[in-house]
């Protein structure tokens, strides 16, 4: 298994469209071969001194079964229509893949 953490950084007042076609996209990715789980996240204000705030990011926890899942899944179609909708929305991505240690 592995699991994927992407930071997508949306361009100010962008992040309700952004959201609703990243949500519209949620059920395709879920039934894609491999994936275990695939949401977005939102930063929580709780008060902690370490906690940096960011109200224009997206966290998409993602697990997949294994690299050739998350790749199938980079080049799905539903995928590239979504990155061509949001790519002017969006002012960086960030993407840690990761394995249990």
Known sequence: MITVIASIHVKPGHLSRFMDIFKANV???????????????VDLETGLPVQEMDENAVTVIEKWENLDALLNHLG??????????????????????????
Do not use: I, Q
């Open 27 to 41: 059920t395709l990715v879920m039934a894609e071969n491999g994936c275990m789980e695939y949401y977005p996240a």
């Open 76 to 101: 799905a179609p539903h995928m590239l229509s979504y990155r061509e909708r949001v790519k002017d929305m969006v002012e960086k991505v960030v993407v840690k893949v990761l394995r249990p240690a």
